[in-house]
C-alpha cells in the first residue's frame, strides 16, 4: 500500500529514481510485465467524496463501505469481521508493516473494529488481544505509560504474552522467528527517508521499510499460509504537507520494499 499516492506521485518518482538511481522503479517494470494482471477496487467512503485512510482500508479489508474515520464499524456500531480475524479462523499468520504508526488507518483497517480511528490505545490493545504475528512500525507512544489513558505498559504487556519486543534495527535483525514480533523503532511515526538520506547517522538504527520487509518474510515463509500487509504511509504524509520532494523519495523507499517481495 502506497498510502496516499497519485499517478501523479509515480511518474514524478519515477523520473528521480532514472536521476539518482539510473534505473527505473520495479513497480513500472513490474506494471509493464505482458505478464502483469491490474485491477481496480473501488473503496470509496460510505459518507462523503473524499475518502479517508480508514475508510479506504476498511473497505478492502472486510468488503464493506464505513463512514471516514470508522474502521470496520458502520454507521448503526454494527461490527464487521476484518480480513485478519477471519485468516485466524484458518490459522494463517499475519503481518502489517508500515512507517507510520503502527495503530494507523491504514494498518488497523486490516485487523480491528473501532468505531473512531483517533482511538489509538485501544487499536494497540486489539493488535495484541487478536494476536497479530508481525506488528512493525512506529507508535511507542501508544504503547507506553505516557501515551495511554490508561496509563498502561503494553510493551511489558506483549513481553509477557510471549512477544519479542524489538526497539532497533539490530533487535529486528537478530530476533527469533519463533516468537511473534512487536517492533515499534519510534515515538510516533519512522523518519521521512528524505530526512534519512540527510541525517544518516540520526536514523541510522529505525530499520527501513524494504529492511522490515524482508525481515517480516523470512519469519514468515516458515508458515504454511500467511497474508502481510505492507504500507509506505508516508507518502500520504509527504503529500498532506505539498512536499514533493518527500513524497517521491518515500514512494523510491517503498518500491525498495516492493522489489523485497518481488525478490521473494
Request: with cysteine; net charge negative.
Amino acid at each position: 500500500v502506497a498510502d496516499g499516492m497519485s499517478q501523479g506521485t509515480l511518474t514524478c518518482a519515477e523520473h528521480l529514481s532514472q536521476l539518482t538511481r539510473k534505473r527505473s522503479l520495479g513497480w513500472l517494470a513490474l506494471y509493464n510485465r505482458a505478464s502483469t494482471v491490474t485491477g481496480l477496487m473501488n473503496v470509496r467512503s460510505l459518507n462523503s467524496l473524499v475518502t479517508d485512510s480508514a475508510a479506504s482500508s476498511s473497505a478492502w479489508g472486510s468488503g464493506s463501505r464505513v463512514a471516514n474515520g470508522a474502521l470496520n464499524v458502520l454507521p448503526d456500531q454494527r461490527e464487521l469481521s476484518p480480513l485478519y480475524e477471519l485468516f485466524r479462523t484458518i490459522g494463517w499468520k499475519r503481518g502489517l508493516v508500515t512507517t507510520t504508526e503502527i495503530t494507523h488507518a491504514t494498518p488497523a483497517g486490516f485487523a480491528v473494529n473501532v468505531a473512531k480511528r483517533s482511538d489509538v490505545a485501544t487499536i494497540a490493545n486489539q493488535f495484541l488481544a487478536r494476536r497479530v504475528e508481525v506488528l512493525l512500525g512506529g507508535g511507542a507512544l501508544f504503547f507506553t505509560p505516557e501515551g495511554r489513558p490508561d496509563k498502561h505498559n503494553l510493551l511489558a504487556d506483549a513481553a509477557l504474552s510471549g512477544y519479542a519486543v524489538l526497539k532497533n534495527k539490530h533487535d529486528l535483525e537478530t530476533a527469533s522467528a519463533h516468537q511473534s514480533w512487536l517492533g515499534i523503532f519510534a515515538k510516533s511515526h519512522l523518519p521521512f527517508t528524505i530526512d534519512r538520506l540527510t541525517d544518516g547517522t540520526a536514523t541510522a538504527n529505525i530499520p527501513t521499510l524494504a529492511e522490515m520487509t524482508g525481515a517480516a518474510l523470512r519469519k514468515l515463509e516458515r508458515e504454511e499460509h500467511f497474508i502481510l500487509q505492507v504500507e509506505g504511509g508516508r507518502v500520504d504524509h509527504a503529500a498532506h504537507l505539498n512536499d514533493a520532494a518527500g513524497a517521491f523519495h518515500d514512494l523510491i523507499a517503498f518500491d525498495e520494499a516492493l522489489e523485497v517481495c518481488l525478490a521473494f
